[in-house]
């Protein structure tokens, strides 16, 4: 799929078209084991709110990652919370970067499943999860039933900043600190991370600087200060953490690209 076809699809009535697309594209044509097909998901059995996340079923997520990883608790944390906002983000991110469409990710519209061995997590959006457009979005002048219409960009990334850190991250961020004493930045630093990765992953099938769209999502998290961005041998960019995921602790160690203990 080119970039033409991508943006094709914005005019499809369903709301998550351009985000489905998009994921289409960056996997070669495969559904992503951490992500539900389509995204949505229908039939809820053996699938729960995320909101329980941040309670009951933060142990859940916490051994999952430490069999995954064979890590100690601070280090399983540390790359759980990675991961989960990476997968999580994502089609919040792309939705914005291809068509200016926000699916709310917030804790009660997410939903997830610890039953496939192949990944750590697996999430999905329940049915009717509202999309933030604008008013010329095709949504907005259908009044699509799960548009929800702001009226400018800026009201757009407030949007994303409310559902994805305000109601979903902040009280997980909480929780994770409260259980292993991991610091909050170092955590926030993998989640400024796995945007700009995001990104970049879809820079040849979404619109605009790869750049510019990384330093407005940053920007209205208020993380834009835990990477930096330097230019690759290729012509593209590299991502520069200023905090580490602490993988570098794990029995078999690595360091990612991009870390911030690399000499």
Not at 149 to 165: G, I, K, W
Not at 174 to 190: A, E, T
Not at 203 to 231: H, K, M, Q, V
Request: aromatic fraction near 4%; hydrophobic fraction near 45%; glycine fraction near 8%.
């Amino acid at each position: 799929m080119n970039p033409v076809s991508v943006t094709l699809e914005i005019t499809d009535s369903r709301p998550l078209a351009p985000i489905t697309a998009t994921l289409r594209t960056m996997f070669g044509g495969v559904d992503v084991p951490a992500l539900a097909s389509g995204l949505t998901v229908h039939d809820r059995s053996g699938w729960v709110s995320a909101a329980r996340l941040a309670g009951p079923d933060l142990t859940t997520l916490l051994e999952s990652a430490g069999r995954r990883w064979g890590a100690q608790p601070h280090a399983a944390a540390a790359l759980a919370w990675k991961t989960y906002t990476y997968w999580l983000a994502l089609p919040a991110v792309l939705g914005w970067a291809s068509a200016r469409r926000v699916p709310l990710v917030t804790a009660d519209n997410v939903v997830m499943n610890f039953d496939n061995p192949a990944v750590m997590i697996t999430l999905g959006l329940r049915p009717g999860t509202p999309v933030a457009v604008l008013p010329t979005d095709p949504l907005a002048l259908g009044r699509h039933p799960d548009a929800h219409v702001v009226p400018d960009e800026e009201t757009l990334l407030a949007e994303f900043r409310r559902a994805l850190v305000d109601e979903h991250l902040a009280p997980l961020l909480d929780s994770i600190h409260n259980r292993v004493r991991l610091g909050k930045r170092p955590l926030l630093g993998s989640l400024a991370s796995g945007i700009a990765y995001g990104i970049l992953r879809s820079a040849d099938i979404t619109p605009g600087s790869s750049a510019e769209s990384i330093d407005r999502l940053l920007g209205a998290l208020d993380i834009r200060d835990l990477i930096d961005l330097a230019p690759a041998a290729n012509g593209t960019l590299d991502v520069r953490r200023k905090t580490c995921c602490l993988a570098f602790t794990l029995p078999k160690p690595k360091l990612c690209p991009g870390c911030c203990i690399k000499p």
